[in-house]
């Protein structure tokens, strides 16, 4: 098993526990939403395309804008993205 980094801890600054296979959604997810090119950078070295586009299409907490880019750089139908759906998007009050 591999170990967060100490420099992702931060984005965990909601937990003590990290597990980066248990959580691996969560753990994707936060930094999709708040990394920059190095924490992105190591979420594409330790996370499979198929963990990180499982996120991309389930994640109800993604924001339009980091779904579109995920949703073009892995080639993925709209319609399969969950925070892109418009019956979800009428859903949530924070589009």
Same mark, same amino acid.
């Given at each position: +098993?591999?170990?967060?980094?100490?420099?992702? !801890? &931060?984005?965990?600054? =909601?937990?003590?526990?990290?597990? &980066?296979?248990?959580?691996?959604?969560?753990?994707?997810?936060?930094? +999709? /939403?708040? $990394?920059?090119?190095?924490? *992105? /950078?190591?979420?594409? $070295?330790?996370?499979?395309? =198929?963990?990180? *586009?499982?996120?991309? !299409? /389930?994640?109800?907490?993604?924001?339009?804008?980091?779904?579109?880019?995920? +949703?073009?750089?892995? /080639?993925? =139908?709209?319609?399969? *993205?969950? #925070?892109?759906?418009?019956?979800?998007?009428?859903? #949530?009050?924070?589009?």
């Amino acid at each position: +098993m591999f170990e967060l980094p100490e420099e992702l !801890k &931060p984005f965990f600054w =909601d937990t003590n526990d990290v597990n &980066p296979i248990k959580h691996k959604f969560a753990i994707i997810e936060r930094l +999709m /939403k708040f $990394g920059t090119h190095r924490e *992105i /950078k190591w979420m594409l $070295g330790n996370y499979t395309q =198929d963990d990180i *586009i499982e996120v991309v !299409k /389930k994640s109800r907490s993604i924001d339009k804008i980091t779904a579109n880019f995920w +949703m073009i750089y892995y /080639k993925l =139908d709209e319609k399969d *993205i969950l #925070c892109l759906n418009r019956s979800y998007q009428n859903e #949530c009050f924070y589009n």
